[in-house]
């Protein structure tokens, strides 16, 4: 398994992170898994068999609960693991429960760390963009965390452009701690990150760890033109996300891959995740999985390389409508673009077919 940095940081991060949204499976995330007690451990042993040391949960998985169910299956074993959390949805009627704010931040870390059993965090994020908070404030309050030692990076996810570049300005300022990831979503489907986000955070120096590379279930290969989602899957569940606005657009890229799949005796989930790793300006992939057998099969997914006329049958089926400035700029100024944007703007060439 591959370590990066993470970011401008010097934490070292394995290429692929396990997601623990299967675990637990209570409190309205029953469509999500059911991971518990000793497949939990024994899920743990096996990434750390295969290199990956870091696993990445949320107050808001199972309303806490999939932060107790990792917490256990580490036991005796913190000092080899990495974890992650993320506060900021709500999670009860306490109108100071929610956000970005400093009390929610900070109450929220207390009651994160007493469930994994741990003194600190490696990286925390703020889960979502709160904008009745002052920018000031999270960042000040993300870092008294790192200066008290209950975290040692921290990182926000589901911002826009805009508010990544916001905080990371005010967290530049002296005093202030910058974050040095985001976490978002980005599927071979689902391509906005490719607008702004993606580029944006290597511009800062911010990595970009993607969160359900897999379409929160739409990838997992039991999904086509003629198959609905089985009813213990997510999809089928009941799951309310993700939006998916063009139905024919997401069958095509499903068809992609399932050609892409078969011609190479393997899975659909395995390609999606070769491809989702290997685009530009992409960090770290948090891959989940709701037992042991397909925990191995998208680990094994690392080992793949794409042909270039591979990679390029599945992006271009779901390539971004290159929406005002990008169109000008493809047309007028493409020399001018830095090397975080430049493959994207090439793309869109070829859609506003000038090359």
Request: with cysteine.
């Amino acid at each position: 398994m591959e370590y990066i940095n993470l970011g401008k940081s010097g934490l070292r991060v394995p290429k692929y992170i396990l997601g623990t949204i299967p675990f637990s499976g209570t409190n309205g995330f029953e469509a999500a898994g059911n991971v518990q007690g000793e497949q939990a451990r024994k899920m743990v042993d096996i990434c750390l068999e295969a290199g990956i040391n870091m696993f990445d949960t949320a107050n808001l998985y199972s309303k806490g609960d999939a932060e107790k169910v990792l917490g256990e299956a580490i036991v005796g074993r913190r000092d080899q693991v990495l974890l992650t959390s993320k506060t900021g949805f709500p999670l009860g009627d306490n109108p100071n429960s929610v956000g970005a704010s400093r009390i929610n931040i900070e109450q929220s870390i207390d009651q994160t760390l007493k469930r994994l059993g741990t003194d600190y965090l490696d990286l925390y994020f703020v889960h979502l963009w709160d904008g009745r908070t002052p920018v000031e404030e999270t960042v000040a309050a993300m870092t008294d965390l790192v200066k008290s030692g209950k975290i040692r990076y921290w990182g926000v996810s589901n911002y826009s452009g805009w508010a990544l570049a916001r905080t990371f300005t005010i967290a530049e300022q002296p005093g202030y701690i910058p974050p040095i990831c985001q976490q978002i979503y980005y599927t071979p489907e689902a391509r906005e990150a490719e607008y702004e986000l993606l580029p944006a955070g290597s511009e800062l120096g911010i990595g970009s760890m993607i969160w359900s590379p897999l379409g929160e279930g739409l990838f997992n290969g039991k999904i086509s033109r003629d198959k609905r989602a089985p009813k213990n899957t997510r999809q089928g569940g009941g799951w309310s996300e993700p939006w998916v606005k063009n139905e024919e657009r997401l069958y095509r890229v499903i068809d992609a891959l399932q050609e892409v799949a078969d011609n190479r005796g393997l899975t659909v989930p395995q390609i999606a995740l070769a491809w989702v790793k290997d685009r530009p300006n992409v960090g770290p992939v948090v891959i989940a999985a709701r037992n042991e057998e397909q925990l191995r099969e998208n680990i094994d997914s690392y080992e793949i390389e794409l042909s270039k006329d591979e990679h390029d049958k599945i992006e271009s089926v779901a390539r971004p409508e290159p929406y005002y400035p990008l169109w000008h700029r493809a047309m007028n100024s493409i020399a001018n673009s830095s090397p975080s944007e430049i493959t994207y703007l090439q793309r869109y060439r070829k859609s506003l077919e000038l090359d």
